[in-house]
């Protein structure tokens, strides 16, 4: 009977593809745990965060690799919109990645973050409002805000 090690070996897909002169392996699959750590540390910017996700999908050392080639952040956000889409299971080209990064949904997601999703109700323009003019808050009976 084969292991399951080297059964994967054989079936998991091994293409790769060249991003800033490092050669990488195109996600085909998301690792265990990077959905939860991509939902916390999605408003993070510190450097240390996102170099993690990108070595959970990419691998060791490419972001400092990519940082000498001096890759740009829009690149670096159309790379990995490109690589979270590849590992999701989706078939994503890098041009389509461009697109959704250029329409400020670097994560082919809603909105990028809380305070632009509140930004505007997008039925009318405006920002939403709450659906009753009682507070659940505390035991007025109408809101004052």
Same mark, same amino acid.
């Given at each position: 009977? *084969? !292991?399951?090690?080297?059964?994967?070996? &054989?079936?998991?897909?091994? #293409? *790769?593809v060249?991003?800033?002169?490092?050669?990488v392996q195109? /996600? +085909?699959?998301m690792?265990?745990?990077?959905e939860?750590r991509?939902q &916390?540390l *999605? %408003?993070? +910017?510190?450097?240390? %965060?996102?170099?993690?996700?990108?070595?959970?999908?990419?691998g =060791? %050392?490419c972001? #400092?690799?990519?940082?000498?080639?001096?890759?740009?952040?829009?690149?670096?956000? +159309?790379?990995?919109?490109w690589?979270?889409?590849?590992?999701s299971?989706?078939d994503? $080209?890098?041009? %389509?990645a461009?697109?959704?990064?250029? *329409?400020?949904?670097?994560?082919?997601?809603a909105?990028?973050?809380r305070?632009?999703?509140r930004?505007?109700?997008?039925? +009318?323009g405006?920002? !939403?409002k /709450?659906?009753? $003019?009682? $507070?659940?808050? !505390?035991g007025?009976?109408?809101?004052h =805000?």
């Open positions: 009977m *084969q !292991s399951w090690d080297a059964f994967w070996a &054989e079936a998991a897909p091994r #293409e *790769q060249e991003i800033r002169g490092v050669m195109v /996600p +085909t699959d690792p265990l745990g990077v939860k991509i &916390e *999605q %408003d993070s +910017t510190e450097l240390e %965060d996102v170099a993690e996700l990108v070595a959970l999908i990419f =060791t %050392d972001i #400092e690799e990519w940082r000498k080639a001096r890759m740009g952040l829009k690149e670096f956000q +159309t790379v990995l919109t690589g979270l889409a590849r590992a299971g989706r994503l $080209s890098f041009a %389509d461009l697109a959704l990064v250029e *329409q400020g949904d670097p994560a082919g997601k909105a990028p973050n305070a632009a999703r930004q505007r109700s997008a039925a +009318t405006g920002r !939403s /709450p659906i009753s $003019s009682a $507070s659940t808050a !505390s007025r009976s109408r809101s =805000t």
